[in-house]
């Protein structure tokens, strides 16, 4: 079994940036590819990022694309997403998730076989 738990959300102002972690625990997730979701109320979750096991493929949101970062540090069994020039429509609770060693399918939800409890970011406009 994998734990996540996402930090790092809160109240910022467009324009702004805001750095998400998500720590792992249970076991190391050097082995599985890691992503990012975000939905907002009345909305489906959608991919915002993800990155492989091995951490030199990225992938990303058009949304998202030249604003966050998507990164992870395997030796304290962490992601990270670093979100720059945020948006008002960046609004949600992002959820980071976990599954082994996967490179396809990363945009749908079904896919992840692990998942936090969220954190909430909100852009004021």
């Known amino acids: 079994q994998v734990q996540l738990v996402e930090s790092g959300g809160g109240l910022v102002q467009a324009g702004d940036s805001l750095r998400l972690s998500c720590a792992a625990a249970?076991?190391?997730?050097?082995?599985?590819?890691m992503g990012w979701f975000r939905q907002a109320p009345g909305k489906d979750r959608e991919f915002v990022a993800a990155?492989?096991?091995?951490?030199?493929?990225?992938y990303y949101a058009d949304s998202v694309k030249g604003r966050f970062t998507i990164s992870r540090d395997n030796a304290k069994n962490t992601l990270y997403l670093q979100m720059g020039t945020l948006k008002p429509e960046d609004t949600a609770v992002y959820y980071c998730?976990?599954?082994?060693?996967?490179?396809?399918?990363?945009?749908?939800?079904?896919?992840?076989?692990?998942w936090g409890q969220g954190t909430q970011v909100t852009v004021s406009s």
């Open positions: 249970g076991r190391t997730v050097s082995s599985y590819t």
């Open positions: 998730a976990a599954v082994y060693k996967a490179l396809v399918g990363l945009t749908t939800p079904a896919k992840y076989d692990y």
């Open positions: 990155i492989s096991w091995f951490g030199s493929s990225t």
